[in-house]
């Protein structure tokens, strides 16, 4: 007999239905009356089933009373209505068999609430909590959301490449991929000679889909990406992962209105479907994580999102009361501080700011015509600050040609961005979504170590 989902039995309460069920035990309690309670859950709910074991049952002395947190088991029976309290339906087992035990002085998952800290450390055993199930299944829902909204919209998914020759954010933080020896690299005169390495040149993990992007939408209109990315910068924080992932869009013949207005939209729909399609999830972060969470994201749906100038931000915060850590100056890039700022104290809820100083961005961004700043948005949200960084991109050939000399990049190492330019070049822009940091905020939970199935962090890769 085949197995069914605890999702699917307690979704169709049919009282009487014979079921299989397989999954691993939390809790065993036993009743004077000569029986037990067995409760399983086997990822596809945060609720359980509890199983009804009798005494009458062939193994019952022999394995049921030796059940403990951590084992797995399959059990047939029918389904019934629950007299007790906390589930509607429950199991009455006709057979229990023990498929795998867990030696309860040794399994590490016990009853009692465990230390996100703690559950860290043992990253292969942390998705049997309720916690990071209920994370697995909002990171899954969301991704689902993610593809849907693009797909409506006609978008074309774009796969693009993991391995690059190129730096998309031209700030050097990116992990080289080699299959040299590193102890014996050849050598020409004295640097290491990349010709022969294996791809003839130097080669990194991707920091960004971007660049591939702009050359698909420069050819099929709107396209996004949706991969791993990888940074090696130094940022111990809790909102920085050395391996994250991201969402990035790309539009043909769009300016940065249309972007900003399109990443508000975006934003919302996949608010608006997690609160729909994870309602057991999301109340359990509501409850046990921040209870600020569901009235958060509705609120948000159903509001407009501030959106003002880098320059009438700096404003704001030059006036405000409150002492930062970093102080404020027109120029200075913003710190989580100051943009949780003017989300949390000024405008209570998600602000746009556009318009940034053309030194604190990438090269890639059109030019203003004040010359100092450029098309450049970043979303920033509540309690976490930047989730979206964006930007209607430089569309002139030689305004281009120059940003990239003025950031000491080489421009042969662009060669094919700058081609972009000279043929059919057109308005286009894009941004991307840290997942992350989305999910952080969706969840509630504050360090990014808990919302990435297996984090990597510097110093930090537990296998
Ligand atoms: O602002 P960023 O660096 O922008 C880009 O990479 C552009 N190429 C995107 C584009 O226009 N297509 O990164 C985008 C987002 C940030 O807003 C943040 O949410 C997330 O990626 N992010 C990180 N998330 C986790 N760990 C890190 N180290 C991150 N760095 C950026
Ligand atoms: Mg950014």
């Not at 399983?40 to 009804?52: E, F, K, R, T, V």
């Not at 790309?250 to 249309?258: G, K, V």
Request: hydrophobic content about 40%; glycine content about 8%.
């Amino acid at each position: 007999m085949r197995r069914t989902r605890i999702a699917e039995i307690i979704a169709a309460e049919n009282i009487g239905a014979r079921y299989t069920v397989m999954g691993w035990v939390r809790t065993r309690r036993d009743s004077k009356g000569g029986f037990s309670f067995i409760e399983i859950n086997d990822g596809s709910s945060l609720a359980g089933l509890q199983i009804i074991a009798d005494q009458e049952l062939a193994n019952y002395k022999s394995e049921v009373l030796k059940l403990q947190t951590g084992c797995s088991i399959k059990a047939t029976g029918t389904l019934a209505a629950s007299p007790g309290k906390g589930q509607k339906v429950e199991l009455k087992a006709e057979e229990i068999e023990v498929l795998g035990w867990a030696d309860p002085d040794i399994y590490p998952l016990q009853k009692k609430r465990h230390s996100f800290e703690f559950l860290r450390s043992i990253a292969h055993l942390r998705p049997r909590t309720n916690t990071f199930g209920a994370v697995a299944r909002v990171r899954n829902a969301m991704a689902h959301a993610i593809h849907t909204f693009f797909q409506e919209k006609g978008f074309i998914y774009l796969h693009s490449p993991i391995i690059t020759g190129s730096d998309c954010e031209g700030a050097g933080e990116m992990f080289k991929v080699t299959t040299f020896d590193l102890n014996h690299a050849p050598e020409k005169e004295g640097d290491i000679d990349f010709t022969k390495d294996f791809f003839g040149g130097p080669a990194n993990l991707t920091v960004s889909g971007q660049l591939e992007a702009e050359i698909y939408a420069l050819a099929m209109g709107d396209v996004y990406t949706f991969g791993p990315t990888f940074r090696a910068e130094n940022s111990n924080t809790s909102r920085h992962l050395a391996e994250f992932w991201m969402v990035e869009p790309e539009m043909a013949f769009c300016d940065l209105e249309e972007n900003a207005a399109l990443a508000i939209e975006f934003l919302k729909q996949i608010f608006t479907s997690v609160l729909d399609n994870c309602k057991e999830d999301m109340e359990f972060f509501n409850r046990f994580i921040d209870s600020t969470l569901l009235k958060t994201l509705e609120t948000l749906v159903s509001h407009d999102f501030e959106i003002l100038t880098y320059t009438e931000g700096v404003d704001i915060l030059k006036k405000a009361k409150q002492k930062f850590e970093f102080p404020v100056e027109w120029g200075c890039d913003l710190q989580s501080e100051h943009e949780r700022y003017l989300c949390e104290n000024v405008f209570k809820g998600p602000v746009v700011l556009i318009d940034y100083p053309k030194e604190i961005k990438a090269f890639y961004m059109k030019m203003n015509q004040d010359e100092k700043t450029v098309r450049a948005m970043d979303v920033l949200v509540p309690k976490i600050g930047e989730i979206i960084g964006g930007s209607q991109r430089e569309d002139d050939h030689d305004a281009l040609y120059e940003r990239i000399k003025e950031a000491g990049l080489n421009t042969d190492d662009y060669w094919w961005y700058l081609e972009l330019r000279k043929f059919g070049s057109v308005p286009h822009s894009g941004f991307g979504l840290g997942f992350e940091r989305l999910i952080q905020f969706v969840t509630g939970l504050s360090n990014i170590r808990d919302v990435i199935p297996f984090p990597r962090t510097p110093g930090n890769l537990s296998f």
